[in-house]
Antibody, heavy 119, light 110 residues
Framework: QVQLVQSGAEVKKPGASVKVSCKASGYTFTSYYMHWVRQAPGQGLEWMGIINPSGGSTSYAQKFQGRVTMTRDTSTSTVYMELSSLRSEDTAVYYC????????????WGQGTMVTVSS | SYVLTQPPSVSVAPGQTARITCGGNNIGSKSVHWYQQKPGQAPVLVVYDDSDRPSGIPERFSGSNSGNTATLTISRVEAGDEADYYCQVWDSSSDHPGVVFGGGTKLTVL
């Protein structure tokens, strides 16, 4: 079945970086774009950016420009999201979610990865 | 940047109809998607492209979009519908195109 499986929870210190993975299965990896969305505790959903697994092109939300990097490995059908210069406000659950075209709805989501930033 | 406005909460008795609104400037010209999120779980798509339902989503969930307001309607509400609901669009109108989410609406089943 179609699924996105994310890496496990992380605890990081302020100033560090975190890299979250999202492994796709059950469909053609390069036929769907992948978004990253985060959700701080008790808060709403916040879009971070999108990657095209086919060519690797990316587009990031202005808020995260310069701090986020999205990459992919087509050999393992995995996309990665790395966030640097972490601060306490980055404590959140991070989700990957796929779309067939850029403007479409997110039809499949990963289970989420909790990232805690604490000294 | 484009803003989507949702009421923080909506309450409804079982069996009644819940309507959750999503306001945005000329939102009727955009495709609106709706997600349901229960505590501790990832969001689930319940309506896409204003009014279409993914397979497996009950017919009780429907959507509409016109003018400056999109609406998610849940008919014959059940206890299991209690969740947070988010609207979402792709905004291509600004210098930085991207995904925009509404702030979310907590649906309480009385």
């Amino acid at each position: 079945q179609v699924q996105l499986v994310q890496s496990g929870a992380e605890v990081k210190k302020p100033g560090a970086s975190v890299k979250v993975s999202c492994k796709a299965s059950g469909y053609t990896f390069t036929s769907y774009y992948m978004h990253w969305v985060r959700q701080a505790p008790g808060q709403g959903l916040e879009w971070m950016g999108i990657i095209n697994p086919s060519g690797g092109s990316t587009s990031y939300a202005q808020k995260f420009q310069g701090r986020v990097t999205m990459t992919r490995d087509t050999s393992t059908s995995t996309v990665y999201m790395e966030l640097s210069s972490l601060r306490s406000e980055d404590t959140a659950v991070y989700y990957c979610a796929r779309v067939p075209i850029v403007v479409a709805a997110f039809d499949i989501w990963g289970q989420g990865t909790m990232v805690t930033v604490s000294s | 940047s484009y803003v989507l406005t949702q009421p923080p909460s909506v309450s409804v008795a079982p069996g009644q109809t819940a309507r959750i609104t999503c306001g945005g400037n000329n939102i009727g010209s955009k495709s609106v998607h709706w997600y349901q999120q229960k505590p501790g779980q990832a969001p689930v798509l319940v309506v896409y492209d204003d009014s279409d339902r993914p397979s497996g989503i009950p017919e009780r969930f429907s959507g509409s979009n016109s003018g400056n307001t999109a609406t998610l309607t849940i008919s014959r509400v059940e206890a299991g519908d209690e969740a947070d609901y988010y609207c979402q669009v792709w905004d291509s109108s600004s210098d930085h195109p991207g995904v925009v989410f509404g702030g979310g609406t907590k649906l309480t089943v009385l």
